[in-house]
Nanobody, 118 residues
Framework: QVQLVESGGGLVQAGGSLRLSCAAS????????IAWFRQAPGKEREGVSC???????VYADSVKDRFATSRDNDKNTAYLQMNNLKPEDTAVYYC????????????WGQGTQVTVSS
């Protein structure tokens, strides 16, 4: 059974840190780019970061120098380390596994809530 499960969200004060995990099961995530998205209430889902199969990373300007994404293929898990959190980072965070070879397809996680209080 294919599954992508985020964890690590919660309530934190501004300036604090959280580390989100994105655990894959039922498929080999080393063949997938792992992307992180977030969606705040009343706003569209936006891309936060991604890490490719060859460990290249890209970040949205709003999180650059504060967030860091990584992956541990042996654990079939990706991570999003979030530092110096701001109230505007409050959102539901999702991870997505993207397969872009023949038979392109994506898997989404169910999301984890991150709330940053001022």
């Amino acid at each position: 059974q294919v599954q992508l499960v985020e964890s690590g969200g919660g309530l934190v004060q501004a300036g604090g840190s959280l580390r989100l995990s994105c655990a894959a099961s039922g498929f080999d995530c080393r063949k997938y780019t792992i992307a992180w998205f977030r969606q705040a209430p009343g706003k569209e889902r936006e891309g936060v970061s991604c890490i490719s199969t060859d460990v290249k990373t890209v970040y949205a300007d709003s999180v650059k120098d504060r967030f860091a994404t990584s992956r541990d293929n042996d654990k079939n898990t990706a991570y999003l380390q979030m530092n110096n959190l701001k109230p505007e980072d409050t959102a539901v965070y999702y991870c997505k596994a993207e397969y872009r070879a023949w038979g392109s397809h994506d898997y989404w996680g169910q999301g984890t809530q991150v709330t940053v209080s001022s």
